[in-house]
């Protein structure tokens, strides 16, 4: 969490100053020394907010409250942040069922904590030769996703590889 630069309570300069209330009300024009003593009545920080001309805007709040509002939020907005990350299952030509059903169980974990999919069938020597064969192997493949994932990009074939993008319903 970076660290709040604002001036507060006798690190406040000025004179004269506009007082805002901690609920964003603005009451009036005043001097410090009574902006100061008000806070106090209320147990209150001041915080230096900006300045409008010659007057300085202060804020009366509780600064270990906004501390702990600010630092909530920068936690928030953190995790938002956070893009998932692109998940890569590759499949072979000659995969089993048993082997395809074990994908599709990592791909529905996937699936629910929001991650994207890629699909690749790679296929080697020979088998180049049964694209056919691979390609409606990828497609079964993805029929067994249809509850968990939509395809985002369609099939195609790369070089000796089958891919397919796919996004989380």
Known sequence: M????????????AS??????????????????DAKQKARENALDLMQLGREGEVTI????DYGKFLYKQKKQDQ????????????TIKITFKIGDHDL??????????????????VMLVLRWRENHYEDIAKQKMETFIAMLENFYKI??????????FIVMLLPK
């Open 58 to 61: 202060v804020k009366m709040l």
């Open 101 to 118: 059903e074990v994908k599709q169980n990592q791909a529905e974990k996937f699936a629910k904590d929001g991650h994207p999919l890629k």
């Open 2 to 13: 970076k660290e709040n630069k604002r001036p507060l309570n006798d690190e406040i300069k």
């Open 76 to 87: 928030k907005n953190k995790a938002k942040g956070k893009a998932p990350d692109l998940k």
């Open 16 to 33: 004269k100053v506009k007082l805002i209330t901690d609920e964003g009300e603005v009451i009036w024009e005043m001097s410090l020394s």
């Open 152 to 161: 985002d990009k369609k099939l195609v074939r790369a070089w000796s590889n």
